[in-house]
């Protein structure tokens, strides 16, 4: 079965560059999160979308958009990249429905900045 | 390829209940294992872990042992309460990569 997709796999940056992880969620799921997790640390969430709308915003910085496209995928873009922003970075993706929501997650996009 | 398969929810428990949640792993290597807990309106935060074959993590009254034999690492809990509502994720990192593997989460309602 189709799983949600992640790319990159790993991705080293410098600082002050720019990066874009994109994320492709099961096919007929209409929502997708962002988490970032920082070495050793819980994954925070960054931001949500559904139907190509935001719907929910978490502890994502000013630095970094999100969007979601009309075939729902979804890219993060990052930029003035930070050392600090060196994280495991993951998608999940969901279709919500009256019974309820079950998130299924991509195995992550490792940035590494230097 | 790497994966982790965890028991189908929803589950309902009575208070004080005895509770396990099943997870069992396929990997090519040496995974670490670890137990995520998602509360109502809160986001992902670690419940517990174990890095190594019979290592047993424990955290909250929670358990789970790795088992290499059986590719397992159930969650248990000898009496859950109402606050344990919740819904859990089992996952696995491989070693090399820094890849997670999720399970798909089980959701866990307690009543008094």
């Known amino acids: 079965a189709a799983g949600v997709i992640q790319s990159p796999r790993h991705l080293i940056k410098e600082k002050r560059e720019t990066a874009t992880l994109k994320c492709y969620p099961i096919?007929?799921?209409?929502?997708v999160y962002w988490y970032q997790q920082g070495p050793g640390q819980d994954p925070q969430f960054l931001i949500s979308?559904?139907?190509?709308?935001?719907?929910d915003k978490g502890s994502i910085p000013d630095r970094f958009s999100a969007q979601q496209f009309s075939d729902y995928h979804s890219e993060l873009n990052m930029s003035s990249l930070e050392l600090g922003d060196s994280a495991l970075y993951f998608c999940?993706?969901?279709?919500?429905?009256?019974?309820?929501?079950?998130?299924?997650f991509g195995s992550g996009t490792q940035l590494s900045v230097l | 390829g790497d994966s982790v398969t965890q028991m189908e929810g929803p589950v309902t428990l009575s208070e004080e209940a005895f509770l396990t949640i099943n997870c069992t792993y396929t990997?090519?290597?040496?995974?670490?294992l670890f137990w995520y807990v998602q509360y109502p309106g809160e986001g992902l935060q670690l419940l517990l872990k174990?890095?190594?074959?019979?290592d047993k993590g424990s955290n909250k009254g929670f358990e789970a042992t790795y088992r290499k034999e059986t590719t397992s690492f159930h969650l248990e809990k000898g009496s859950v309460q109402v606050s344990d509502s919740a819904v859990y994720f089992c996952?696995?990192?491989?070693?090399?990569?820094?890849?997670?593997?999720f399970g798909t989460g089980t959701s866990l309602t307690v009543i008094p």
């Open positions: 999940a993706s969901s279709r919500r429905t009256g019974a309820g929501e079950k998130l299924f």
């Open positions: 096919p007929r799921h209409d929502t």
């Open positions: 979308f559904y139907e190509k709308m935001q719907s």
């Open positions: 990997a090519t290597g040496y995974p670490s």
């Open positions: 174990a890095t190594k074959a019979d």
């Open positions: 996952a696995l990192r491989m070693e090399a990569g820094n890849q997670f593997y």
